[in-house]
């Protein structure tokens, strides 16, 4: 299957928040209705607006979004002032998953990481999805941390 990986637009937002919202955790967090309500397309112009932000849409051939992600790139000291690159909200539809989108999906984001000089690519995932662990896992990623959050709402 032949995709295209592109930047996000405002009008990507209602499929990108519908594949966030389609697993049984999104459906707890998100609120996927038309029309979207209007926190969603407040947090894509923030991210849109950050130059160390990148929404990324895949595209078939039809030109329908198949799955998606972010970028977040984080300059900071260590490393001699690296740059460490995450990537969240990996999603693929529902009709695509099992066809190795996924893997395509993650290779991209390895080299766009490398074009712009990150030294580490890094993710979470949760531990209620130990489907994406073995996945990433797969991919070469390792788990040589112990991530902790702390939810402030």
Known sequence: MDVKFRQATKNDVPSIVQMIADDKL???????QDPLPKEYYTAFESINSDDNQELIVVEGNDNLILGTFQLTF???????????????????????????????????????AKERKAH??????????PEALNFYK????IASHEGMKMHLK
């Not at 999104?26 to 996927?32: A, V, Y």
């Open 26 to 32: 999104g459906k707890q967090r998100e609120n996927f």
């Open 74 to 112: 984080i300059p900071y000291l260590t490393y001699r002032g690296g740059v460490r690159a995450q990537i969240e909200a990996v999603r693929i539809r529902k009709d695509q998953r099992g066809e190795g989108l996924g893997q395509k999906m993650m290779l991209w984001a390895i080299e766009r």
């Open 120 to 129: 580490v690519l890094q993710l979470t995932t949760d531990k209620k999805r």
């Open 138 to 141: 797969k991919l070469g990623f």
